[in-house]
């Protein structure tokens, strides 16, 4: 019996390592396949793009991207490792600094606005540069920044914003709005002070600043609608009202200011959205939730498109441009599953997006289309511990912790569920001396050799 078992584990570690990779030369190929790959790059495409995608992973930092790989392997039935995203099989890679001018770990908003517009701005304000205070709606006029929405709307493209946030959250608004704060998402947002001083909310930005934008899909409804407004898909939920204090219907503004030779439709579902005939849709704003789109694990597929879905529709609109189009896809809930310390609605989020990259992949060419993958900040979110080959990506990491000598996942936030609770409650950290050599001791879970602390959090 004994013997059985020391066979059967024998079995099961040799089998963590799948039979081609035992063979040196798989390795020398691969080397060589990657080698080839990269001398080819020295013949450059050095054509002038036609189009541009922007993808933006909100939150998704390096620790992020890899734990998204595995988890795309495993849902695949592979060990996850040797997986590839879609960015991995790109042939450019770089790093960026990410910080805004007043904040060591940057915000959405003032991200946005340095890589949408170029210029670097504060935490909280969208479409200006820093001369603007978040929130002070008199230190605007004058300092608004323009993006390349904007820049490819002016050179005649078609431009369209797709996101699983509010289509005037922080990243997409940056792209057409102006404004002190990125919470400014309707006027009911706004001080009485900002809307007397004549700032305007970033739902009415949208419709106002760059009014011929082609395609717009995402969440946010209910900053269309006039206060008190039911919604159509949440009859008897009040939280899903309507917020407008000014009275007006968005939708009916959005309509209003399209030209009437032109076919415009507004969706706000996913069978509606899939029934459209594409190439005779010249503008399309689809809106699918009242806040934010939900989470690709939780998502109501009568109503709801996937990011990969709204994608699809999205370039099939804009490439019947000759002139190209700008497209920014944000996978904008990468960084609320984080944000809830929930590990497996972010990385489902960051597996979604990689699925749209491919689909945009497949729908364009290298030859016209300039495609980017980008995140804008990271989060406290961390990997580590020792784990096996294939160990399932939300599993336990093989031993205890070297500290408390307690088991710990290998995914572990550095601010939520993972760190030492004290009576039900984390430990209040507030009067620690962190430069101290206490540093490590109060790393108390999951702190070995191999696990390493995230990028502080952000927005
Ligand atoms: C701008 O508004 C702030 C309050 O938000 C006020 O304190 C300040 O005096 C105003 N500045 C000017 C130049 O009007
Ligand atoms: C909001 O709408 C509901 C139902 O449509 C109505 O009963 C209620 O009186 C309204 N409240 C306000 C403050 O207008
Ligand atoms: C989608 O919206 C249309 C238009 O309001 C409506 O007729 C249809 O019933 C909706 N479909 C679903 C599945 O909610």
């Known amino acids: 019996m004994k013997a059985l078992l020391i066979l059967l584990a024998e079995v099961c570690l040799a089998s ?21 790959t990269a001398l080819k790059l020295q013949q450059l495409n050095t054509n002038v793009a036609k189009n541009i995608i922007l993808f933006l992973g909100d939150g998704m930092g390096v620790s992020t991207v890899t734990a998204a790989r595995i ?28 910080y805004n001018t007043n904040a060591q770990v940057p915000d959405s908003a003032g ?10 701005a504060n935490e909280g304000t969208v479409g200006v540069s820093a001369a603007v205070t978040r929130a ?42 102006h404004s002190a704060n990125r919470d400014w998402y ?45 919604d159509v898909e949440y009859q008897n939920d009040d939280k899903y009202r309507g917020t407008r204090l000014d009275g007006k219907n968005l939708i009916d503004v959005w309509r209003d200011k399209k030209s009437k030779d032109k076919n415009s439709q507004y969706v706000w579902n996913r069978s509606d959205l899939l029934s459209l005939n594409l190439m005779e849709v010249d503008f399309l704003l689809g809106l699918f939730e009242p806040i934010d789109m939900m989470y690709e694990l939780d998502r109501n597929v009568q109503t709801d498109p996937s990011l990969t879905e709204m994608v699809q529709v999205a370039i099939k609109i804009l490439q019947r441009n000759p002139r190209g189009f700008f497209l920014l896809v944000e996978g904008g809930r990468i960084d609320h599953g984080h944000h809830e310390g929930k590990a497996k609605q972010a990385l489902y989020e960051a597996v979604e997006m990689d699925r749209a990259i491919g689909k945009a992949g497949d729908m ?31 599993g336990l990491a093989p031993m205890h912790s070297d500290v408390d000598k307690m088991p710990f996942t290998s995914i572990l936030y550095g601010n939520g569920p993972g760190y030492k609770i004290v009576a039900g409650e984390r430990e209040n950290v507030s009067a620690v001396d962190y430069g101290e050599s206490g540093g490590m001791a109060r790393c108390r879970m999951g702190c070995g050799e191999g696990t390493w602390q995230g990028p502080a959090d952000a927005t």
């Open 364 to 394: 364009t060419s290298p030859e016209d289309t300039l495609t980017v993958v980008t995140a804008d900040h990271s989060h406290v979110f961390t990997f580590g511990g020792y784990t096996p080959r294939g160990n399932p990506i939300f």
């Open 111 to 120: 991200t946005a606005t340095a890589y949408l517009c170029g210029v670097k």
């Open 186 to 230: 309707s006027d009911n947002e706004m001080s009485p002070e900002a809307i007397q001083q004549g700032c305007k909310d970033i739902a009415q930005q949208l419709f106002d600043n760059i009014p011929d934008i082609e395609v717009i899909m995402g969440g946010g409804r209910k900053y269309m609608f006039p206060k008190n407004t039911s």
């Open 16 to 36: 963590l390592v799948p039979e081609k990779e035992k063979n040196p030369q798989y390795w020398r190929n691969q080397a060589q396949q990657t080698l080839k």
């Open 71 to 98: 988890l795309k392997g495993q849902l695949q039935n592979m060990k996850g490792e040797e997986s590839l995203l879609e960015m991995d099989k790109f042939p450019y890679v770089a790093l960026s600094k990410t």
């Open 136 to 177: 002070q709606c008199n230190t605007t006029a004058g300092n608004e920044v323009t993006s390349i929405l904007k820049w490819a709307k002016e050179a005649g493209k078609s431009v369209g914003i797709v996101t699983t946030t509010r289509v005037n959250h922080a990243t997409p608004s940056a792209a057409y709005a």
